[in-house]
């Protein structure tokens, strides 16, 4: 039972253990990486004119496709590039805004069109770290992937929300309570196994999670809000779930640090 009161999802599927779903053991390269000069106030990009029109969820036209070209040059996923600003865009922006120290409020006006101009690169948690690696800022709340040394992906999350909780479920047929207190510890560890799509933990429902700390997975999520919210997994915007396998294989490191200040 003790093992079943982590504060990470604990994966119940109709298949055993060893069926998991194998996984690269190197990421592949399915988007070209983005260059990042850690000591330089852009990031090594093309230069970029911004439109300069302001934005929020819902809008649409060529501001929004090129807000969109220009989050995924950066390293960030937007979605579909439609010139439609939706979720997936809005989740780029967010991640956008807490890199380049702006409030994360989804829309986009003068002073992120500047930004986006002159981008800052991530902060790099770990400076020493393996040369392909994902970095997990909590108190930022955002995930970075790195290969080759580089930029691969950088998307907003959302980690465990610190808060204990006793729920009951249904588990390996009969009814049982689970308590923990939803936190997602800083460390070093490794990416693991894997599912693909849907799967329901004691907790909820994981899509396509990796898993890297025992029961603790990246994994895509209907709600990633702004502040932490999982049981102690790290969720992410679906659309950016479904990219990550592609990219990140087994064994890769991951280090998990900070704090989030509600």
């Known amino acids: 039972?003790?093992?079943?009161?982590?504060?990470?999802?604990?994966?119940?599927?109709?298949?055993?253990?060893?069926?998991?779903?194998?996984?690269?053991?190197?990421?592949?390269?399915?988007?070209?990486?983005?260059?990042?000069?850690?000591?330089?106030?852009?990031?090594?990009?093309?230069?970029?004119?911004?439109?300069?029109?302001?934005?929020?969820?819902?809008?649409?036209?060529?501001?929004?496709?090129?807000?969109?070209?220009?989050?995924?040059?950066?390293?960030?996923?937007?979605?579909?590039?439609?010139?439609?600003?939706?979720?997936a865009t809005q989740a780029a922006v967010w991640a956008f805004q807490k890199v380049n120290g702006l409030p994360p409020s989804g829309t986009v006006a003068r002073r992120m069109w500047n930004a986006l101009e002159e981008p800052r690169a991530p902060k790099v948690l770990v400076p020493r770290g393996r040369p392909t690696r994902v970095e997990v800022n909590l108190a930022k709340q955002l995930v970075v992937l790195y290969v080759d040394g580089r930029v691969k992906l950088i998307s907003h999350a959302s980690s465990g929300s610190g808060i204990p909780y006793c729920e009951t479920a249904v588990w390996q047929g009969k009814s049982q309570r689970f308590c923990g207190d939803a936190r997602t510890p800083t460390g070093d560890y490794k990416t693991t196994w894997r599912r693909d799509g849907w799967h329901k933990s004691y907790l909820g429902q994981l899509y396509n999670p990796i898993f890297f700390n025992g029961g603790i997975a990246f994994h895509g999520a209907l709600s990633v809000p702004l502040t932490p919210a999982s049981h102690g997994c790290v969720r992410l915007p679906m659309h950016v779930a479904e990219v990550l396998p592609g990219l990140l294989g087994t064994g890769v490191p991951v280090h998990v640090r900070g704090r989030f200040a509600r």
């Open 1 to 87: 039972m003790a093992a079943l009161t982590t504060a990470g999802a604990v994966l119940l599927s109709s298949f055993a253990a060893g069926t998991a779903t194998a996984a690269p053991a190197v990421p592949a390269a399915a988007a070209p990486a983005v260059a990042v000069n850690a000591t330089a106030a852009g990031t090594g990009t093309a230069s970029f004119t911004a439109p300069g029109k302001r934005l929020k969820p819902g809008a649409r036209g060529s501001a929004v496709k090129a807000l969109q070209l220009r989050l995924k040059e950066l390293g960030y996923d937007p979605g579909k590039i439609d010139g439609r600003y939706g979720g």
